[in-house]
């Protein structure tokens, strides 16, 4: 086996470093997907759950108001 020259293994750790940058780029990409979808997930529960708190709120003054209940504090 011939040994590399020192410009040749320059150039062929260029390009090692070039497909371990890319390999990251994307690493970093899926990752902010992820977290994208995960954020907009949660973003939607919690939507829901102030939603879901709004009308418990006003079926139970409606559920007051009906059978003329009356709350004292």
Not at 59 to 72: A, P, Q, R
């Amino acid at each position: 086996m011939s040994k590399l020259t020192a410009a040749e293994r320059l150039l062929k750790n260029e390009e090692q470093l070039k497909k371990l940058s890319e390999q990251r780029k994307q690493l970093l990409n899926a990752i902010k997907e992820e977290n994208e979808q995960k954020f907009k997930d949660i973003g939607i529960k919690i939507i829901k759950a102030v939603e879901t708190n709004e009308q418990f709120k006003i079926d139970f003054l409606n559920l007051i108001k009906e059978h003329n209940i009356g709350i004292e504090f």
